[in-house]
Every structure is written in C-alpha cells, then in structure tokens.
C-alpha cells in the first residue's frame, strides 16, 4: 500500500534523544542558525533531534537530511532570494501561495518523509481557526516546513489533514517545549535569532514588512515564555537586521558563529554533565 503525504511507512522506535536544538522563527535571521551549526560540527557536539519554528523548522529539514552539508547550505543561502518561495495568488487568505516554499523545500531534500530523517524532528505550526499549536512530527517533510513558514497575509495557509495552519511564530517563537515534550529531548539548547530585534526603524512601507513586524511583536512575547525552559540559549545579536534582509547573509552566518561560540563554555558543561549521569 502507498503511503499518504499523512500517514508514512512506521519507523522503529528511537533512543531518547541527547541534546535537541530548538530553532527559532526568525525570516531571513534564521541564516544565523547555520553559523550556530557549523560551530557545533567544528567542536564535536552532536545534534540528536530538532525542533523548528518558520524558518527555523526550513533550516532544521535541510540540515537532518543530510543531502547537503553545511557548507553547501551556507552556499544555497547565499544564492537564494525571495523569489526563490514566491508564487502569486489571488488575495483572498494571502498575498503569495505557500506552494512556493513547498516546491523550493522540496527541491533541495532527499528525504519525503518526516520518519525517513535519521535524526527526531519537530515543525511547530499553529492553527489558523483556532489558534491552538500544532506540531508535526510525522508526514510529508516538506509539507511540514511549508506549514511551519505560512506567515499570516505573506503567504497563504497550508492545509494538512483537515487544518489550515499557519506559521508556528503566533505561538512558539522557539519551540523549547516542542523539543522536550514532543522529541522527548534530555537538553534542549535554544537558537534565538531575533535577541536585541525591535530597536531599529522597522520602516513598515508595505503589507508584508507590516506583517513580520507583527508577527515579530507577537513572537517576542512566547518567546520569552519559552525561552526559560530551556538548558541553555544562543541568542543571536541582530542588530541592525530585518527580518526581510536576506543579502545580509554572511554577516548573519558570522553572527551565529560568534553566539554558539560564546555558549560553548557552558553547553560542553552541560553535556559533561549528562555523560557523568545527570
């Protein structure tokens, strides 16, 4: 029997991951969390699961699924623009279809399936009529990410069994809790790539900037809800970028190295810990 976007093949049960990251929303900031891995990859630390908000739930994907290390993903962020997910609707529920993110996801992944990933992993979404947090654990991978990154007037809803659902940043900004109750993650190590956002101009001179900056007010705030429960966080200091400046690539990817590297003091601590038994 052929398996449904829904309902994929069962896979055999995984250990209890280790360490999980919980990838924050963030647009374009989310490039910083490739400077976050790199740096994990550089010092050994190996990631067990990942659980990933919006843009966070795109770079969570592609790095599990292993068709590309993080290098070339530097490289495709680097090459990728806007358009690259763009694909024009009627406005009705949304400015862009969300089928744009789907068919540039889905052409950069070798797995279909959330199960076939080696690795846990978690897209946080939320409901679009209810307003309740939904995370996808299992399905079509890339269906998933689409879901995750549908922002609200950008990007039309994503419909996945029955539910429209839109992007994961309305009610976990940084999915800490997905990755612990979901993933079942022992320590859970946050990437926040929106630390010390909302100072500048948010120059709001169209309905998409206005949109993210909404969603970025709306994000702050279960974000710090979150942000406690987690064993330790990189905050990543985006000073001076927008949510919108993809260009900002390299700067981004240096500031990611430059967060993970100040927190490796203690997130070596804390997995010295575990191996001692805690």
Known sequence: ?????????????????????????????????????????????????????????????????????????????????WTDVFKPAIPTTGLISSEGIHRFISSHLHARYIGNLDKPFAAVCADMITGDKVVLTSGSLALAVQASCSLPIIFTPTEVG??????????????????????????????????????????LTSLPRVAMHLAQLLGRRNADAEL????????????????YD??????LVRRGREAAIEKLPEIKALLSGTCSGS
């Open 1 to 81: 029997m052929t398996a449904s976007p829904f309902h994929p093949p069962t896979h055999h049960e995984r250990p209890r991951p280790r360490l999980a990251l919980a990838l924050s929303g963030g647009a374009a900031r989310c490039i910083a969390q490739l400077g976050v891995l790199q740096v994990f990859e550089e010092e050994g630390i190996a990631v067990d699961a990942i659980a990933g908000t919006s843009g966070g739930s795109l770079i969570g994907a592609l790095y599990l699924d292993g068709r590309m290390s993080v290098g070339e993903l530097v490289t495709l962020a680097a090459k990728t623009g």
């Open 162 to 203: 029955g539910r429209a659902l839109i992007d994961g940043g309305y009610v976990s900004q940084i999915p800490v809790l997905a990755a612990r109750e979901e993933l079942g993650a022992r320590h859970v190590v946050a990437v926040d790539v929106n630390h010390k956002a909302g100072a500048e101009d948010p120059r």
């Open 228 to 243: 406690p429960h987690a064993d330790a966080a990189i905050k990543v200091d985006i000073t001076g970028i927008q949510l």
């Open 246 to 251: 993809i260009g900002k690539h390299k700067e």
